[in-house]
């Protein structure tokens, strides 16, 4: 039987995706209420700019005092859709003290006050809901919260920022270089006007520490995953990669141990094979690798931001908290039971192509072979390359050195899987050498 008074839910933010959400609870009103068993009632806005003409929306629901908002006592499910980490704890902690549960799509405010966020909620006895956080329209983090909470997650491995992926995607099929693949992102408005977030891996760093606290049950923070930005692949790194059978993209990658003791997260570009599902995800598109004991091999994929598919996801969350708020119930809350500790960047295991300059004589490779011996990294493949006065190259594959004293030439070794750290070591010796000038690119094989 439908309930005749209305869930009343207040809506912080109005910007490209709460004004999605507000079309949605308009235009799918009696969907949503034979969903929910419930009406809804869009009770007000909170806004920066109340002045601004926003379609839809009645002018006497917008106020710029989202503390008042909050509090009123009357209010059944806040949606946090306003970013940034204040205003936006202290108001999500005011809904919980004043009896309304909370959907967010704050993912650098749950990765890393998720803990606390948490902990308010189970206080007061409300849900927080946050499928939005992490992937915009792809069902994620329920499936890791509910459908594999009977499973053991090992890894999860993913495309989780549409304008990095965009990007390298343009980089890989016409050739570009970095910043002539920025500028086409920020003409189509897949890239903002600072693109550091995305570009230096920070938007993607906040959705792998949400990614690796639920799927292994344990804390991870912002602060605890290793982050570096893509900035710095070239078109010469996708050259490379092509003769590997591989393609570049940036990953967010979460591991539990071998010995299941620790995990670690981190993101960074890397190289994954062509049959790898991740490595036809293309333009601005999202997607989630999941590995798990009993179920296997998953994958999740869609859009990953923008309105209307961060706006379902929401939407989603909506619709399951008032499901729970009508049946005096509460969602699964905080399953990071386990406290597991998160292993440093140099605990990661993985394999390597490295890159190097190095003069053109006899005995360079032997040398360089030894500094890898010398700290446990195994050299799986060696490609030397010498560059000739002329342009010209000739590639000599396990070759022993150049012919031309004094002359230069790129080698490229593809290691066998070793410790982030003894990798780290084997580069700094490397660069000691007299026969090596420079380091060109360091990048990780993911994916194998």
Do not use: W
Request: with cysteine.
């Amino acid at each position: 039987m439908m309930r005749t008074r209305p869930l009343k839910v207040a809506l912080l933010g109005c910007g490209v995706v709460g004004s999605e959400v507000a079309r949605i609870m308009t235009t799918h009103a009696a969907d949503l209420a034979a969903r929910i068993g419930a009406p809804l009632e869009l009770a007000g806005v909170a806004v920066r700019r109340p002045s601004k003409v926003r379609e839809g929306i009645d002018p006497a629901l917008v106020t710029t005092d989202a503390t008042a908002l909050v509090k009123r006592g009357d209010i059944d499910v806040v949606l946090e859709v306003i970013g940034g980490i204040e205003p936006a704890r202290t108001l999500i902690t005011t809904a919980f003290e004043h009896g309304a549960s909370v959907v967010s799509a704050n993912k650098a405010l749950l990765a890393q006050d998720g803990a606390a966020l948490h902990a308010a909620a189970v206080e007061h006895g409300r849900d927080l809901y946050y499928e939005a956080a992490v992937a915009g329209a792809i069902p994620l983090i329920r499936p890791l919260r509910e459908s594999l909470a009977g499973d053991k997650v090992n890894r999860v491995l993913g495309i989780v920022n549409g304008t990095t992926n965009f990007i390298l995607d343009a980089m890989d099929s016409t050739g570009a270089g970095y910043q002539e693949a920025l500028d086409e992102a920020t003409a189509l408005g897949y890239a903002e006007a600072d693109p550091t977030a995305d570009v230096e891996g920070f938007d993607a760093a906040a959705k792998a520490a949400i990614l690796a606290g639920i799927a292994f049950h344990t804390r991870v923070r912002l602060d605890d995953v290793y982050r570096e930005g893509m900035t710095e692949v070239t078109a010469a790194d996708f050259a490379s990669a092509k003769e590997m059978g591989c393609t570049i993209k940036l990953l967010a990658i979460c591991e539990r141990a071998a010995d299941g003791g620790s995990v670690t997260a981190r993101v960074h570009p890397a190289m994954i094979p062509l049959d790898h599902p991740l490595a036809s995800v293309r333009g601005a598109y999202n997607a989630v690798f999941v590995e798990a004991e009993a179920a296997g091999q998953l994958m999740f994929y869609g859009p990953g931001a923008g309105g209307s598919p961060t706006a379902s996801a929401v939407l989603g969350d909506l619709v399951a908290v008032c499901r729970n708020r009508l049946n005096g119930a509460t969602g699964p809350g905080d399953s990071a039971y386990t406290q597991l500790p998160v292993s440093p960047m140099g605990d990661s295991v993985t394999r390597y192509h490295i890159s190097l300059d190095v003069a053109d004589k006899p005995g360079v490779l032997a040398q360089v072979a030894t500094v890898f011996a010398e700290h446990g990294v195994s050299i799986d493949t060696v490609r030397q390359s010498v560059r000739k006065s002329s342009g010209d190259e000739a590639a000599i594959e396990q070759g022993g050195g150049g012919r031309r004293a004094g002359g230069e030439a790129s080698l490229v070794v593809v290691t066998h899987r070793a410790a982030d750290a003894a990798l780290t070591g084997t580069v700094d010796a490397l660069r000691q050498l007299d026969t090596v000038r420079g380091v060109a690119s360091i990048m990780r094989v993911e994916g194998e």
